[in-house]
């Protein structure tokens, strides 16, 4: 390679030593996103290698009204479990609008989002610890900056739309139930092909968050992201993979 051509590419490289790159609310382009619906499975693996199934779940995006705009709703809903997510985000910036999530257990947690504030409504197992008590609880999570929705249900989504430039680490202002304000760190590992639950070949990204360590497979076609992987606690691993989608009409 010519000498100005190395150069070049080294400049365009993802510098390690630079350090992630921030991403705010609105930097993000959801408009690039299609309806879609998909179903998932959640397999967990025994450290002797054993698998077995342990739910299934629909999830479907739609291009809805809000507020006088469009905006992206997203509904998922379990099975056997019985529980459920609806999340509302700006059709352009993916800023949140609102988070419902609702447990087979009764308890439920509401997230209404404002630019330096989110409004907290839960009850029982969808509450932080300290407040799982069995009582309907309101509080209000200041944040210096406007904050994606994450641990809400909208996680996945959310990752699919951060720039996929292999090499490239991000930080994603995100919000926690518990612990407010969260700067997540997200890295773009690869790019490599994995075997959806049907086995077919599928080209994904993936992406690592090490404050977690979950690692999730993302495309930039519908459904957008594919896989999830994360140890657990008791040593087993819990896998979350599609197994079809289709999109929807727009």
Sequence with gaps: MPVIGLMMALLAAPSAAAG????????LDAS???????????????ADGTSKEVQRSFDQLAKVRAGGGLAWRQHQY??????SFDGTADFKTFAPIDAFERAGDGGYRKLRYEPKVV??????????????????HIRDIATDVATFDYWGGTYG????????????SYIVPVLHPARGLIQLQVDV??????????????AAYRLRTPLTGWIYHVSDRPPYWVRL?????????????????KLAKL
């Excluded at 690039?32 to 025994?46: G, I």
């Excluded at 992987?229 to 989608?245: K, M, V, W």
């Design 78 to 83: 379990e099975i056997p479990a019985g529980g």
């Design 20 to 27: 992630p790159i921030p991403l705010k609310v609105g930097d």
């Design 157 to 168: 989504l959310l990752l699919a739309l951060v720039p996929l430039k292999v090499g490239s």
């Design 119 to 136: 409004h907290l409504e839960c009850r029982s197992s969808r509450c932080p610890p300290d407040l799982r008590d069995g009582k309907v």
């Design 32 to 46: 690039r996103l299609k309806p879609y619906v998909s179903e998932w499975r959640v397999v967990e693996v025994a």
């Design 189 to 202: 590992e690869a790019k490599e092909t994995i075997k959806a639950a049907n086995g077919a070949p599928i």
């Design 229 to 245: 992987e994360y140890a657990r606690p008791d040593g087993t691993r819990q896998i979350t993979e599609r197994l079809d989608s």
